[in-house]
């Protein structure tokens, strides 16, 4: 199985690198297209290879030296926690490809677009395999160029800056993050993550746990983002192309949550228990902040752009993530988890279904589509308003939906956090949870109401408007039938985390 994840990583890779060759763009594409699929079949193959009888243990492993002066090495693996996000990858990468070889966005065309996309996989990927410090910095970082790009040539609006806010914020915020880890390192002697995490803090002092822990907290919470870090994450989402946000939202966000799970709670156990009081605060008013912040822009009159506004509820569904992170627990880490694959699921879908309204209406706009009656997409587009509006109420936490379970668990955690840690804080964090999840069915009805329904022999924007499309069901239809799966049967993703997470905390 371990020569299935070098060739799962070196797959892309390869397909990238055959983009430099002078093809023609539909070509490229269709490669493109072969190459994201090839992934995603060795991604299932690994997944039906794990032993999941021992989904705490590393499989598929590969370790060999690579930089022997700083011991530095090539260190591969998966556990429960890294092999449903690796999945998730390559299934969304997948998507977008399809996506792409009918609806490329306008940009210098589709052989240097696909060659940016499959980089950009490669580094996804990466992120969630590697078990060295120095190499996770650096499938950390892979991603961020083809991701400012995609923006900054394929994007559409305040495209330059919003790609170039996107660039300084998470380059600022992974230097920070460096620190830590060169700093853990030296006192270390290794940069292992397997051996840091088993260690759990021994051999690091109280001093160096909290100086890392800050380091790598704040170089981690810009990528997921946490409120107040995550200013660059709206214009980044509203200026990207479909795909660009599909893949943001879907994974790379994920990225930073992941690295929080992975690096900080296992190697500096002492300064994650010191700051995870106030991660849980951030996490709170990040919930809070992005359900206010939608219902603002979907409200009759902000002008909100629909992309814009499943940005911002990116910012409150993270907040759970970090809540269930923040509290320490087992429950509170596997509801995280349970979110992270969630929010992937609901959120690229949500992109989709959004980015394929604003090609047939030309604007994202809400006042612009809704009119004075409504958009009437049920009765204009009637599948593609069932599929908005069913991943709208996904994204507020249906019960029988993937958006539930993992909100449930994160606030439960926070209800009866690690010892240590103050009960009536978290209490109070839940509380506020809680009102969150108020707020979230609050501004998703509304635009479930703004956009789906009125009355469809009213003037439209547009004078027609098409349904869905052949291409458009096949990048869809997947996400829509595994945000029911999850819902239905949670404990095919609990029962791969639950055994890692408690390996991590050191109680398992």
């Not at 900054?152 to 330059?160: A, D, F, L, Y």
């Not at 192309?241 to 994920?254: D, E, F, Q, R």
């Amino acid at each position: 199985m371990n020569a299935v994840l070098i060739a799962l990583l070196a797959l892309p890779l390869l397909g990238a690198a055959l983009m430099l060759a002078p093809i023609g763009d539909r070509r490229a594409l269709r490669l493109g297209t072969t190459v994201t699929g090839g992934t995603l079949l060795l991604a299932i193959a690994l997944a039906a290879g794990f032993d999941h009888g021992a989904p705490s243990r590393m499989q598929a492993v590969t370790d060999v030296s690579w930089i022997p002066a700083l011991d530095v090495r090539l260190h591969l693996g998966v556990d429960g926690i890294s092999l449903p996000l690796l999945v998730l990858t390559a299934l969304l990468t997948f998507l977008c490809a399809v996506y792409s070889l009918k609806k490329l966005p306008a940009g210098p065309g589709g052989r240097a677009f696909t060659g940016l996309l499959l980089l950009l996989e490669t580094g996804m990927l990466a992120t969630f395999a590697v078990l060295d410090l120095v190499l996770f910095f650096l499938a950390f970082e892979i991603v961020l160029i083809p991701m400012y790009f995609l923006i900054s040539r394929w994007g559409s609006g305040q495209k330059v800056a919003a790609a170039n806010r996107f660039i300084l914020y998470t380059l600022l915020g992974s230097a920070v993050m460096l620190l830590g880890f060169l700093l853990i390192g030296v006192k270390a002697g290794t940069f292992d993550m397997v051996k840091l995490a088993d260690a759990h803090g021994s051999g690091l002092s109280h001093t160096t746990q909290l100086i890392a822990a800050l380091a790598i907290l704040v170089g981690l919470a810009v990528k997921a983002p946490a409120w107040p870090l995550h200013s660059w994450l709206p214009d980044a989402h509203t200026a990207a192309p479909t795909v660009g946000s599909v893949l943001l939202a879907g994974v790379m966000l994920k990225m930073g949550t992941y690295g929080l799970v992975r690096v900080l709670l296992p190697i500096v156990p002492d300064g994650t228990a010191t700051y995870a009081p106030y991660l849980g605060a951030f996490a709170a008013v990040g919930i809070v902040y992005g359900s206010l912040a939608c219902l603002a822009l979907a409200r009759t009159g902000a002008k909100g752009d629909l992309k814009r506004l499943i940005a911002y509820s990116s910012v409150g569904h993270m907040g759970f993530v970090l809540l269930g992170i923040a509290s320490l627990t087992p429950t509170g880490l596997n509801g995280a988890l349970f979110a992270n694959i969630a929010h992937g699921l609901i959120t690229g879908l949500l992109f989709f279904v959004v980015g394929a309204v604003k090609d047939r209406y030309g604007t994202a706009d809400l006042d612009t589509l809704a009119g004075a009656t409504g958009a009437a997409l049920y009765g204009r587009a009637p599948r593609i308003g069932a599929l908005l509006a069913f991943a709208a109420v996904a994204s507020l936490g249906l019960p029988g939906l993937a958006g539930f379970w993992g909100e449930l668990l994160a606030m439960y955690g926070a209800f009866d956090p690690a010892d240590g840690l103050s009960r009536p804080a978290f209490v109070t964090y839940m509380v506020l949870a809680g009102l969150g999840t108020l707020l979230t069915a609050a501004y998703l009805l509304v635009v479930v109401r703004r956009v789906c329904m009125g009355d469809p022999k009213q003037p439209a924007p547009v004078a027609d408007v098409a349904d869905l499309q052949g291409y458009e069901a096949a990048s869809w239809t997947p996400l829509a039938a595994l945000t029911l799966v999850a819902g239905l049967w949670p404990a095919l993703l609990l029962g791969l985390s639950d055994p890692a997470v408690k390996h991590l905390l050191g109680s398992g």
